[in-house]
T-cell receptor
Framework: DAKTTQPTSMDCAEGRAANLPCNHS???????VYWYRQIHSQGPQYIIH???NNETNEMASLIITEDRKSSTLILPHATLRDTAVYYC????????????FGTGTRLTIIP | GAVVSQHPSWVICKSGTSVKIECRSL??????MFWYRQFPKQSLMLMAT?????????EQGVEKDKFLINHASLTLSTLTVTSAHPEDSSFYIC????????????????FGAGSRLTVL
């Protein structure tokens, strides 16, 4: 699976949009971009995934650049409950189902 | 939605004893489950892949005789930490694969809430 690079930490004001970047310059054509988050002392939670098109669900939006070498997770209206470590992971969908976690971005929402 | 239940959520045991952690998929069948370990302020590290009806596949450096994994049914996998020692104190998390629609390409993992093990 391709390696990803994320900032170690970020702050965001409550109510504002939180934009979390991820670099994955060695991503292969058959690898998807997945985002998970882990709130303190809990198991990770799936947020969103995409291949090459931008995606949106009830939790977030995922913007993938045209060359697929980077992506941005957007939490449109951050709340205090969004404080967590956010993991960007790229992986193929078949033949290798495991998730390999990097260090992620620790997002802190400021009141 | 898909739910993975872990039990116990926390356990304290004496050094030298064995501890069993259960991981159940409540509303779906999981042919594959994964066990992770997380030390304080660190990321999740994959320990092993548990396949229903067959032996688990362990990651490099994980002792298979110490961390016994059983996946006897499509909804239950267990991790037994044998002869636990203080260095085994950690947060253990299981996950199960829930495949999405065939056309979506999704292969989402659902995680349990984790089990915090403290070995005295």
């Amino acid at each position: 699976d391709a390696k990803t690079t994320q900032p170690t930490s970020m702050d965001c004001a409550e109510g504002r949009a939180a934009n979390l970047p991820c670099n994955h310059s060695t991503i292969s054509g058959n690898e998807y971009v997945y985002w998970y988050r882990q709130i303190h002392s809990q198991g990770p939670q799936y947020i969103i995934h995409g291949l090459k098109n931008n995606e949106t669900n009830e939790m977030a939006s995922l913007i993938i650049t045209e060359d697929r070498k980077s992506s941005t997770l957007i939490l449109p209206h951050a709340t205090l409950r969004d404080t967590a470590v956010y993991y960007c992971i790229v992986r193929v969908n078949f033949g290798n189902e495991k998730l390999t976690f990097g260090t992620g971005t620790r997002l802190t929402i400021i009141p | 939605g898909a739910v993975v239940s872990q039990h116990p959520s926390w356990v304290i045991c004496k050094s030298g004893t064995s501890v069993k952690i259960e991981c159940r998929s409540l509303d779906f069948q999981a042919t594959t489950m994964f066990w992770y370990r997380q030390f304080p302020k660190q990321s999740l590290m994959l320990m092993a892949t548990s396949n229903e009806g067959s032996k688990a596949t362990y990651e490099q450096g994980v002792e298979k005789d110490k961390f016994l994994i059983n996946h006897a049914s499509l909804t239950l996998s267990t991790l037994t930490v044998t002869s636990a020692h203080p260095e085994d104190s950690s947060f253990y998390i299981c996950s199960a694969s829930l495949r999405g629609r065939a056309d979506s390409g999704a292969n989402v993992l659902t995680f349990g809430a984790g089990s915090r093990l403290t070995v005295l």
